[in-house]
């Protein structure tokens, strides 16, 4: 039998980021944001994180605003401000747009103050957290920022969805040619990668999903229906209980649950579910960006080597016996950019029907794909 992966074709990069930016045009996101969402997205494509770029394009962007629950258009108002600190309110517009701009003036005001903080509600999804905590990296800054989510977690000894995946990213740069970017959900996964199973029809590995029961659960297509009635859990990195340390995560995935939502005053856990009174309305998403300016507590150049003196140390240490190598965080995205540089994103069937309904809908015929030979 033939699988998901023996029919995965790959497509370039520029293609794709192009064809996005026109679907996000079509349906009626400015150019200029349109630009910036086409450009986060494929940037996960590009870093290997196939649960974040195009895969999403369709379920999580293009339905949610045609279905009326985000907008195309974005209104961002700054709630407000101090030299070092603003609150934004994204009034449920494209959540790349508002996230950058956002990051964009915490790293503003750390060029004056040394650090800046910028807290947002009422935003939406807003792709790879990593995005962001480049922006600051790219700035001789180091970069946090998380962001709260629709209910997915259950809290250790609990089986109720409670808290989002909640990434937690941490950005700093260093003398080497890619920056330490630690980016992952709080949860041991996350509804993108779980989604990733789907198209590629696979089961979950144990451990990831539980019932109501508290017993693991497998079968990815109906958890992901699960997840969003409330039958299904993720469990908190970590894992069920507390002897692999499940209370970490659930204890992390509460820090970024608050810092995007108490500071802003924005919604949080069942308030994130999308629904009201039985109807679908906008997910009125939480971030916090923090910019901190390098320059304000030593010379980047020495900040730069010291951070990679730790990264080769620790690549350098001694190895498990079947162990290739030691990774630090964002090689292995680093490594996966320059494979992919000249073969570009993998494209499954089932995102080859995704692209293919969008192409069709929004009328861009003048697009060709190496599947319509």
């Not at 195009?54 to 195309?72: E, L």
């Not at 070092?84 to 503003?108: C, E, L, N, Y």
Request: net charge negative; aromatic share 8%; hydrophobic share 40%.
């Amino acid at each position: 039998m033939t699988t998901s992966e023996e029919q995965t074709i790959w497509v370039p990069f520029d293609i794709l980021e192009k064809f996005m930016r026109d679907v996000f045009m079509s349906i009626g996101v400015p150019n200029a944001d349109a630009e910036v969402c086409a450009e986060v997205l494929i940037e996960a494509d590009k870093r290997g994180i196939d649960s974040h770029g195009i895969g999403r394009m369709k379920p999580i962007y293009y339905d949610r605003i045609k279905d009326g629950i985000q907008f195309a258009k974005t209104n961002f108002e700054i709630v407000r401000e101090t030299p070092a600190t603003a609150v934004i309110d994204g009034h449920h517009g494209m959540g790349h747009v508002i996230s950058k701009r956002a990051m964009q003036m915490a790293i503003d005001k750390a060029k004056e103050t040394g650090m800046g903080m910028v807290a947002v509600r009422n935003s939406t999804h807003y792709g790879i957290a990593g995005y962001y905590a480049l922006m600051a990296c790219e700035a001789g800054m180091i970069g946090v920022n998380g962001s709260n989510a629709r209910p997915s977690i259950a809290p250790t000894f609990g089986v109720e969805n409670m808290l989002g995946t909640n990434p937690l990213t941490f950005g700093m740069p260093s003398d080497e040619d890619f920056p330490f970017v630690l980016d992952c959900a709080t949860s041991v996964t996350q509804r993108g990668k779980i989604e990733w199973y789907d198209r590629a029809g696979k089961d979950l590995p144990p451990g990831w999903v539980i019932d109501e029961a508290g017993k693991t659960r497998t079968d990815t297509h109906q958890i992901l229906k699960d997840l969003v009635t409330g039958k299904a859990a993720l469990t908190p990195l970590g894992g069920l209980g507390e002897e692999t340390g499940g209370y970490k995560g659930y204890g992390y995935a509460t820090v970024v649950e608050i810092l995007s939502a108490a500071l802003q005053q924005g919604a949080f856990l069942k308030g994130l579910l999308g629904l009201e009174n039985g109807k679908r309305v906008p997910y009125k998403l939480g971030h916090f960006f923090i910019a901190m300016n390098v320059e304000a507590f030593c010379d980047l150049a020495d900040f730069k080597k010291t951070t990679g003196d730790i990264l080769r140390a620790l690549r350098e240490s001694k190895k498990a016996p079947d162990a290739e190598r030691i990774y630090t965080a964002g090689e292995k995205e680093h490594l996966a950019g320059l494979e992919r540089k000249d073969k570009g994103a993998p494209v499954n069937p089932a995102l080859r029907k995704a692209i293919d309904t969008m192409r069709a809908e929004c009328k861009l015929s003048d697009y060709h794909f190496p599947w319509d030979a």
